[in-house]
């Protein structure tokens, strides 16, 4: 897999990144994937992050070209030479439709089980906050996994607004893939998500619930005390996990959460303590973010940075 000139259609993938196709991916690495909408509320209404996946590509054309470089909160060079992107590739967007929530499931489903098939680590970007739960389904028989998950909001309802597979629904369902066998959950304040009821359930199974002053209080080993060495590590990070100070292009702006070097300490300390196994990146609304895409910078070098230490595996 070598990278395609600057105007070919590479030139609008993620970081640069050659095209590839989900039923040819001998020699990949990592998958980037889009996923714009999984379960929405309300049928054949956009999603808030419909445009997330183009837009963090767009937004990676930002520091793309200068991955030859050394890279401080990768503490590495991702690409040392510019021809090779060692098997990094872009798989595309999953095709979706607001009107269609069964059967978006089931594409991101079989699409993330292609690349799992075939080797890869897949980073998927969305999206809406329902993107996860087909994802995470994937990894039934690529168990077993932990997941981390960056949110503002616990996300254990059951059905909402008839719903049972939307944004507020997302770690409940997780909870159920035979796969998931340990679950941390980190940067959760304010009201977040629900009442205490669902709270207590996440206890229950056994989830770690890790609040943004409990980060901050005791740093990130908050977090990585709770994963075990040499773990599969499935991250689902929620871009309103992230403080609306840096990020503030979210569908639920929480005041406090994680900063940007929080995040890439804990994506550090995962790397080394354990096996990134995916990614989930969703709930990034560009409609809020600022003309120079500020948030979305933020949210793709978070997708870099947890591709370049894949590579460092």
Avoid at 10 to 38: Q, T, Y
Avoid at 166 to 192: D, F, H, K, N, W
Avoid at 296 to 308: K, P, S
Wanted: some cysteine; aromatic content about 6%; overall charge negative.
């Amino acid at each position: 897999m070598t990278e395609t000139s600057a105007t070919s259609p590479a030139a609008k993938n993620f970081v640069g990144l050659p095209s590839a196709d989900l039923d040819a991916l001998a020699g990949a690495r990592v998958v980037v994937l889009g996923a714009s909408e999984a379960s929405p509320y309300v049928a054949g209404e956009r999603s808030h992050s419909a445009d997330g996946p183009a837009m963090l590509r767009k937004a990676s054309a930002q520091f793309g070209a200068s991955l030859g470089q050394y890279d401080f909160d990768v503490d590495a060079t991702i690409f040392p030479d510019k021809d090779d992107k060692r098997g990094c590739v872009d798989a595309g967007d999953v095709p979706t439709s607001a009107w269609e929530s069964e059967a978006n499931r089931e594409r991101i489903r079989a699409a993330v089980a292609k690349i799992l098939e075939a080797g890869a680590v897949p980073i998927v970007l969305g999206g809406d906050d329902s993107v996860p739960i087909p994802v995470i389904a994937a990894y039934e028989g690529h168990g077993p996994i932990t997941i981390l998950q960056v949110d503002a909001h616990v996300d254990w309802a059951d059905v909402l607004k008839g719903n049972p597979y939307g944004y507020g629904s997302t770690m409940r369902r997780a909870s159920e893939c035979p796969a998931v066998t340990a679950m941390v959950q980190v940067g959760i304040r304010g009201l977040g998500s629900g009442e205490a009821w669902q709270h207590d359930d996440a206890r229950a199974f056994g989830s770690k619930l890790v609040s943004s002053y409990a980060l901050h209080e005791q740093g990130p080993a908050a977090v990585l005390d709770h994963i075990e060495p040499g773990a599969r590590v499935f991250l689902s990070i929620d871009c309103d996990g992230i403080d609306p100070a840096v990020l503030p292009a979210v569908n639920m702006p929480t005041p406090g959460g994680l900063t940007y070097e929080d995040m890439v300490r804990i994506l550090r300390g995962v790397a080394a303590k354990a096996e990134i196994a995916g990614l989930a990146l969703v709930e990034y609304v560009p409609s809020r973010d600022d003309r120079h895409q500020l948030s979305g910078l933020v949210a793709a070098r978070l997708a870099a940075v947890t591709m370049g230490l894949v590579l460092g595996r």
